[in-house]
Nanobody
């Protein structure tokens, strides 16, 4: 069974950093494009960042560009999200998702969310001001 498990969330002060991990299991994820999304209470799920299967292309929401970095370690079947200079508005549950057909450059489009092959269960990020 294909599975994604996020970890690394927690409580951090504004201005601090966290690194989220998304570990894939069940099959080789070398040819999967992957993305990070977040959902705050009462809000829709929003795109954060994405990375293509090779790691050669990355895309970011304008609100996080320059502060967040998405990467993947193919040997560990794991995608990461390094989050720096965190702001109170970054607080949310962070989810990762993967798909072999959806292009990383298109993952910001909300209507494609339902087409992802697999989603993780989410990891919460809380920011104290």
């Amino acid at each position: 069974q294909v599975k994604l498990v996020e970890s690394g969330g927690g409580l951090v002060q504004a201005g601090g950093s966290l690194r989220l991990s998304c570990a894939a299991s069940g099959r080789n994820f070398d040819n999967y494009n992957m993305g990070w999304f977040r959902q705050a209470p009462g809000q829709e799920r929003d795109f954060v960042a994405s990375i293509n299967w090779s790691g050669s292309e990355t895309y970011y929401h304008p609100d996080v560009e320059g502060r967040f970095t998405v990467s993947k370690d193919k040997a560990k079947n794991t995608m990461y999200l390094q989050m720096n200079s965190l702001k109170p508005e970054d607080a949310a549950v962070y989810f990762c998702a993967a798909d072999r057909e959806l292009a990383a450059r298109d993952m910001y489009i909300k209507k494609v969310y339902g087409y992802f092959e697999v989603w993780g269960q989410g990891t919460p990020v809380t920011i104290s001001s």
